[in-house]
């Protein structure tokens, strides 16, 4: 379980000496284990921030972020960062280096064999549904729905609890993208990790969290639910905005298509996203 507590992240302002530029303030939630939590908000309003405080690439000003009831702040950075997973829009492969060897770095990194790393290799594309000789590619050889599935495999190689995921699949075209998700969907229930996604895609955010956490300007927490909760009752003008709607007299509604998915329309029938989880 990952909690935040009351965390407030500040930077010196540009213009001044003395300013600050709030990024998030006085932000608490809960992310349950082995659930997908999504942060969801317009740019600017500290997804990534908290997002990156997990790992302790963004340490708080005030506040505290626990790991199973322990301070992160008291880990060893390094080593903490070794044990979660992070997945990144561009997936931010090692270009000098094979897929095979992208994948294998943490393994190798927390002392893996040379051998283990190899089996860590097989697993992790064959998980992923990339055939084994697409190990042996340069990052400029795949195409950018390849180059994502590469990374989500490179961040769980070395089988962490936590997956942190920054927009992931936001640079890539809708169709790989819808498959990206399934795909990301698939891996959490059979692995049952903890992942933090960060979006700005509603339709994104309803596919993919069992929680949806969304964030208005300073991290601030405008609504907390699950995708049923917040499309049937979204707690005011912003939430409903943000999913869609052009006016507080639409509304949302579900509708069950031929395959038996749970489609999201607004009153005028226009699709929202669908709902994958119970």
Same mark, same amino acid.
């Given at each position: 379980?990952? $909690? ?10 540009? /213009? ?11 932000? $608490? ?52 960062? /070794? ?34 790393a190899q089996q860590a290799v097989a697993r992790m594309l064959d998980l992923v549904e990339l055939p084994a000789r697409m190990g042996q590619r340069y990052p400029a050889e795949l195409s950018g729905g390849q180059a994502q599935r590469v990374g989500v495999a490179r961040a769980l190689a070395d089988q962490p609890n936590i997956l942190l995921m920054d927009e992931p699949f936001g640079a890539v075209d809708p169709l790989v993208r819808a498959g990206l998700q399934q795909q990301l969907l698939d891996i959490q229930q059979e692995l049952e ?9 509603? $339709? ?21 639910? $699950? ?33 038996? /998915? ?17």
């Amino acid at each position: 379980m990952i $909690s935040f507590e009351s965390v407030t992240k500040t930077y010196p302002g540009a /213009r001044r000496a003395g300013e600050e530029v709030v990024a998030v303030q006085d932000t $608490s939630f809960t992310v349950d284990t082995g659930t997908i939590t999504v942060l969801a908000g317009s740019s600017g309003c500290g997804k990534t921030t908290l997002l990156r405080m997990v790992n302790r690439m963004v340490t708080p000003t005030s506040g505290m972020v626990r790991i199973d009831g322990n301070d992160i702040a008291d880990l060893n950075p390094v080593k903490l960062r /070794r044990k979660i997973g992070y997945v990144m829009q561009h997936a931010g492969l090692l270009p000098h280096k094979t897929v095979a060897e992208n994948i294998a770095v943490v393994p190798q990194l927390n002392g893996a064999t040379k051998a283990a790393a190899q089996q860590a290799v097989a697993r992790m594309l064959d998980l992923v549904e990339l055939p084994a000789r697409m190990g042996q590619r340069y990052p400029a050889e795949l195409s950018g729905g390849q180059a994502q599935r590469v990374g989500v495999a490179r961040a769980l190689a070395d089988q962490p609890n936590i997956l942190l995921m920054d927009e992931p699949f936001g640079a890539v075209d809708p169709l790989v993208r819808a498959g990206l998700q399934q795909q990301l969907l698939d891996i959490q229930q059979e692995l049952e990790t903890t992942i933090v996604f960060v979006t700005h895609d509603m $339709s994104e955010a309803l596919r993919l969290g069992h929680q949806i956490i969304l964030l208005a300007e300073h991290g601030h927490i405008v609504q907390q639910d $699950s995708p049923a909760e917040l499309v049937a009752n979204p707690a005011n003008a912003f939430v409903e905005n943000f999913l869609g709607l052009n006016g507080n007299q639409q509304s949302l509604h579900t509708r069950i298509t031929d395959d038996g /998915r749970t489609l999201v329309v607004d009153a005028h029938g226009r699709p929202a996203g669908y709902l994958e989880q119970a």
